[in-house]
């Protein structure tokens, strides 16, 4: 079996050949050595047609291109970058690829390493991520699922019935990219504001079985969590169980909890132990957050527990 120095010594003139460089071909010879000692075995051979095709990729060193202006040069051929007056091409980008995505699309991505925002967040935050509204925080603000995402889905179920395939891959790759800039922006908002997030652990697996699939495509919180944790100073996630039942003014279960089937329609409800008011998300995120702090646990001392 041959190591990938040596594969690339067997490649050697490919890149002329094929008219890309040479750094490219050493590249995938890198990738195909790497992959074959992970499975342990050989990749299977690229599909060049059919559902199961392959999708492009070339990769490159920051030697075998060059940055000009809001443009790439590779092999002297010249791509052009769309939208670069919006946001600069990094000044210290290092390697990259041009990718297809399933749509035959070609992309360029560039590396880089781009310096951690000052945080000058302070404060903290209770996340309770919802069905009908994305999420509420325990401040009451509350952030919904963007309209636009919701108008996608609808043309996206009007192409599936449709059968359209390209069509259903077009609106799927549109909500995606839309969905992730969504959760980029807010993510990065909230990780700005907030120094300590607490989020519950709902799980989209467990509620994708009942009929709210549709809401479910359109929230995403695995992915807004996972970003949440990486992006914010310090992350917390709790097992959201009785966050909603649970009064957050004197922590108990009271029987005017919102509970069951019936209490999914509840959005406001009034304990009947201290009185409180509440919102139903609300409440949720600040027991989230009281959990996260580790006090006080939930349930505690309710008379209520087993109701
Ligand atoms: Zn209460």
Redesign the pocket.
């Known amino acids: 079996m041959l190591n990938a120095f040596a594969l690339s010594a067997q490649c050697k003139g490919i890149g002329a050949e094929l008219g890309i460089h040479q750094q490219t071909v050493q590249s995938v010879c890198d990738q195909f050595a790497t992959s074959r000692d992970q499975h342990r075995r050989c990749p299977r051979f690229r599909a060049s047609f059919g559902l199961k095709r392959a999708r492009g990729w070339v990769p490159f060193q920051a030697q075998s291109r060059r940055i000009d202006g809001n443009s790439i040069v590779y092999k002297g051929r010249r791509y052009r970058f769309f939208g670069s007056g919006k946001r600069a091409v990094p000044a210290n980008a290092k390697s990259g690829a041009f990718v297809e995505d399933a749509l035959g699309r070609w992309w360029v991505v560039l590396y880089a390493d781009t310096p951690a925002p000052a945080v000058a967040a302070s404060g903290s935050v209770g996340i309770d991520l919802g069905l009908k509204t994305l999420a509420t925080l325990s401040d009451g603000v509350v952030v919904e699922n963007p309209r636009h995402l919701r108008q996608k889905a609808t043309r996206l179920a009007a192409a599936q019935r449709a059968g359209n395939k390209r069509r259903t891959a077009r609106i799927n790759s549109e909500i995606a990219n839309a969905r992730r800039d969504f959760h980029h922006k807010l993510s990065t908002r909230l990780s700005r504001e907030y120094a300590f997030i607490a989020v519950g652990n709902v799980n989209a697996k467990r509620l994708a079985k009942t009929k709210m699939a549709k809401s479910i495509f359109d929230a995403g919180w695995s992915t807004l969590r996972h970003m949440l944790r990486y992006k914010s100073a310090q992350f917390v996630e709790v097992d959201e169980k009785f966050t909603t039942q649970t009064?957050?003014?004197?922590?108990?279960l009271?029987p005017s909890r919102p509970k069951g089937i019936a209490g999914l329609g509840v959005r406001a409800w009034e304990?009947?132990?201290?009185?409180?008011s509440?919102d139903r998300d609300v409440n949720a995120a600040q027991n989230i957050l009281r959990l996260a702090r580790g006090v006080p646990r939930l349930g505690e001392g309710s008379r209520n527990l087993a109701a």
Not at 271 to 276: K, V
């Open positions: 009064c957050s003014e004197c922590g108990s009271p304990c009947s132990d201290c009185g409180a509440h």
